[in-house]
């Protein structure tokens, strides 16, 4: 990872604990829960505490790793907490310690309000990309923040010919998923549009990173839902979409990203240059987080095998990454902890905004049934008879 803080947290941890790569240092700690319990974070400087969090929370293979990784994020903030009032930050370092809390979804008031208290007091030193991340914490995090809202949006808006297309697709993607779910206004999120149309005309380098081309097909679900269930060479607009005047300007992009996403197979990455210096060049990368079976994935094949019913795992619907296909016409995901909001003191207070729209495009799939199985509703202690019950249930065999 390119980033300062991030490195800084990194090399810090390998020197104290003597690991030459980042993926051996970030195993060690994942297995050794002392690290992360309250006797020896207690004796942590803050500047150890925040050195934890930073990695743990934001070193790739977290998600491999959701139950661990958010435990023992969940208690360096316990200790942060306790302690905010002293940690005085520079803006990289609070903007880092932001995203390390929304990499994993926990949120505390006191820490939240002391970051953006802080970021406040600093504000003529942020940079536009700074913006755009408090933005996107704020987002992922499920918060609402009308001042700091309205700093991005004026950021985004007001710097056309610094701001990487890249970064305006992401903050479009979360504009477009809160505009659908009722928390964005139509008439800010025309106005990103018309910039995207500036933007796009203006761009003579297409380039279409692996990253970029999936937020722009979830932002293109988004603002017009019905293509979702239309082949890619018979797209149309409904007439009554208040952003249809933008559709046959967006189509071309659309369709060029789609064709990236339905090659790319789980653990790839693809990246596509469509430009005098590479034309028409597809760059295969492996992806850096790699994909393995969570505890509650394996009590499904069981209870799937129990039943003698046919499923494949990990298949690719739409433009997801899906857990489990049943009987071919039914998706399961399985939703651990990585995938809601939680306080320090273990309350749920919602699913995250992106799981949130990952379903709702896959519920708006004609020819396929749309399930999630949350990680709290699945409990250990159930019986095996229950949850064979509750899968009989769902696929209508009851």
């Not at 104290?16 to 060690?28: G, M, N, Q, S, V």
């Not at 990695?55 to 977290?62: C, D, K």
């Not at 004609?366 to 509703?377: G, H, L, S």
């Amino acid at each position: 990872m390119n980033n300062p803080i991030f490195n800084t947290a990194r090399i810090f941890l390998q020197n104290k604990y003597h690991f030459a790569t980042p993926l051996e240092l970030f195993k060690h700690l994942i297995t050794n829960s002392s690290y992360f319990q309250a006797p020896q974070l207690k004796n942590d400087s803050n500047d150890e505490l925040l050195y934890k969090l930073i990695f743990i929370a934001g070193f790739h293979e977290r998600r491999n790793c959701g139950n661990i990784v958010k435990e023992f994020s969940q208690n360096c903030m316990i200790q942060i907490r306790d302690r905010i009032e002293d940690i005085h930050m520079d803006i990289p370092t609070l903007i880092q310690a932001f995203l390390a809390m929304s990499n994993v979804l926990l949120d505390d008031e006191k820490i939240v309000s002391t970051i953006l208290k802080q970021l406040k007091d600093q504000e003529e030193q942020i940079t536009l990309k700074q913006f755009h991340s408090i933005q996107h914490c704020l987002y992922k995090l499920g918060r609402q923040n009308q001042y700091w809202s309205s700093k991005a949006c004026d950021a985004m808006t007001n710097n056309l010919t610094t701001i990487l297309i890249q970064d305006y697709v992401q903050y479009l993607h979360i504009a477009s998923n809160l505009y659908q779910i009722g928390l964005f206004q139509e008439s800010h999120l025309i106005k990103l549009l018309d910039i995207l149309y500036y933007k796009l005309g203006k761009q003579q380098k297409h380039i279409y990173l692996s990253k970029f081309t999936f937020q722009f097909a979830q932002m293109m679900f988004n603002i017009y839902p019905e293509i979702i269930n239309q082949p890619l060479n018979q797209l149309n607009c409904n007439p009554n979409n208040p952003f249809e005047i933008y559709f046959s300007f967006l189509k071309r992009d659309y369709q060029v990203c789609r064709q990236i996403l339905s090659r790319k197979n789980i653990g790839v990455s693809i990246d596509y240059f469509e430009n005098e210096n590479f034309p028409y060049l597809l760059r295969l990368r492996e992806d850096s987080i790699s994909r393995s079976q969570t505890l509650l994935e394996t009590e499904i094949i069981q209870i799937l095998q129990l039943l003698e019913i046919k499923f494949q795992k990990f298949q690719k619907v739409l433009i997801y990454d899906i857990d489990f296909k049943v009987m071919d016409n039914i998706l399961i995901n399985c939703n651990g902890p990585l995938h809601f909001i939680s306080t320090l003191d273990g309350e749920i207070k919602q699913k995250s905004f992106n799981t949130m729209m990952q379903f709702r495009h896959l519920k708006t799939l004609e020819t396929q049934k749309a399930v999630d199985f949350d990680f709290f509703e699945w409990k250990q202690e159930d019986s095996l008879d229950y949850k064979i019950s509750k899968m009989k249930n769902i696929l209508n065999l009851i």
